[in-house]
């Protein structure tokens, strides 16, 4: 059988991208990475905005905005807790495990890795990844809507299927510690984040779409601070045309690949 001539030149084209990003990775000090939905969409868990994607099934007015948990508390709830079942199972792909390891190595040198990550799977941490900030909460835990204590694991309330769990400081309604729309985003860790960003030599966006703010204008704020701006991502997005370097693959096997190259 004849080589596919435009799969050998699309191959190439990675080789050559993987490559010249890990010449520009090698020589950083300080390294951002920011991970979308893409990244854990190899341990299969479904993106939001992709074919099929969670937005293409729920209306997001219906289950992850304050007014909705107000209309319907039991219902967000419920759904929440379906995603944290839906997620039990899956573990950290090979792109979470390159992390982990490209962290290792630039900490045993004195740089850094910062993953700053929209993910709520808590999956860069089950990797090994330490330096990890996750701006969009954690679905793994909860907090009151009412007083906003912490309110513990999630999982301790599973068994609540009807109704929210109660807060045991104020006996309001738990919900997940997540971002919704129209919240805004943890200030802890948002401080965390700038601060990274603005001292990096390189963002490193994997597998998110940038289409939800603020997180969609971080690597602009990289480039402003005259980092160099890598992309991974099978599908083009607003980045792409900032990228110095973009690799068109899925994240479990372009990080891996680029944390290879950089040995
Ligand atoms: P999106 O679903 O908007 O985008 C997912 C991106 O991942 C797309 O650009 C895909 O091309 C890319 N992708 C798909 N498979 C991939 C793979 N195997 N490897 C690498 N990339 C891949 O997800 P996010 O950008 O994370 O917020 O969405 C941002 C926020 O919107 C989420 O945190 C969530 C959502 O509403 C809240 O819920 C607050």
């Given at each position: 059988?004849?080589?596919?001539p435009?799969l050998?030149?699309a191959?190439?084209?990675?080789?050559?991208?993987?490559?010249?990003?890990?010449?520009?990775?090698?020589r950083?000090?300080?390294?951002?990475?920011?991970t979308g939905?893409?990244?854990?969409?190899?341990?299969?868990?479904?993106?939001?905005r992709?074919?099929?994607?969670?937005?293409?099934?729920?209306?997001?007015?219906?289950?992850a905005?304050?007014r909705?948990?107000?209309r319907?508390?039991?219902?967000?709830?419920?759904?929440?807790?379906?995603?944290?079942r839906?997620?039990?199972?899956?573990?950290?792909?090979?792109?979470?495990?390159a992390?982990?390891?490209?962290?290792?190595?630039?900490a045993?040198?004195?740089?850094?890795v910062?993953?700053?990550t929209?993910n709520?799977?808590?999956?860069?941490?089950?990797?090994g990844?330490?330096?990890v900030?996750?701006?969009?909460?954690?679905?793994?835990?909860?907090?009151?809507?009412?007083?906003?204590?912490?309110?513990?694991e999630a999982?301790?309330?599973?068994?609540s299927?009807?109704?929210?769990?109660r807060?045991?400081?104020?006996?309001g309604?738990?919900?997940?510690?997540?971002?919704w729309?129209?919240?805004?985003?943890?200030?802890?860790?948002?401080?965390?984040?700038?601060?990274?960003?603005?001292?990096?030599?390189?963002?490193?966006?994997?597998?998110?779409?940038?289409?939800?703010?603020?997180?969609?204008?971080?690597?602009?704020?990289?480039?402003?601070h005259?980092?160099?701006?890598i992309?991974?991502?099978?599908?083009?997005?607003?980045?792409?045309a900032?990228?110095?370097?973009?690799?068109?693959?899925?994240?479990?096997?372009?990080?891996?690949?680029?944390?290879?190259?950089?040995a």
């Amino acid at each position: 059988m004849q080589p596919n001539p435009s799969l050998r030149s699309a191959v190439a084209t990675e080789d050559v991208q993987i490559a010249a990003a890990a010449h520009v990775l090698v020589r950083a000090r300080r390294v951002v990475v920011l991970t979308g939905a893409g990244m854990s969409a190899e341990s299969g868990i479904p993106t939001f905005r992709d074919a099929g994607g969670i937005w293409s099934m729920f209306d997001p007015d219906e289950v992850a905005t304050p007014r909705a948990f107000e209309r319907d508390a039991g219902k967000v709830w419920r759904w929440y807790a379906e995603r944290r079942r839906s997620m039990a199972g899956a573990r950290p792909n090979a792109g979470h495990v390159a992390l982990a390891a490209l962290e290792a190595r630039f900490a045993a040198r004195g740089g850094s890795v910062t993953v700053v990550t929209q993910n709520i799977d808590g999956l860069h941490r089950a990797a090994g990844s330490r330096n990890v900030v996750a701006v969009h909460g954690d679905i793994h835990r909860t907090r009151c809507f009412d007083c906003r204590a912490d309110g513990g694991e999630a999982g301790a309330h599973d068994a609540s299927t009807v109704a929210p769990p109660r807060c045991p400081a104020c006996g309001g309604r738990l919900r997940p510690d997540v971002v919704w729309f129209g919240e805004a985003l943890p200030m802890a860790a948002v401080g965390r984040a700038l601060r990274a960003i603005r001292a990096c030599d390189v963002l490193v966006s994997v597998g998110t779409s940038g289409e939800v703010e603020p997180v969609a204008s971080f690597p602009l704020l990289a480039l402003e601070h005259r980092a160099v701006l890598i992309e991974i991502n099978p599908a083009p997005t607003p980045l792409s045309a900032h990228a110095e370097h973009v690799v068109r693959a899925g994240a479990a096997t372009a990080l891996p690949a680029l944390v290879e190259a950089c040995a």
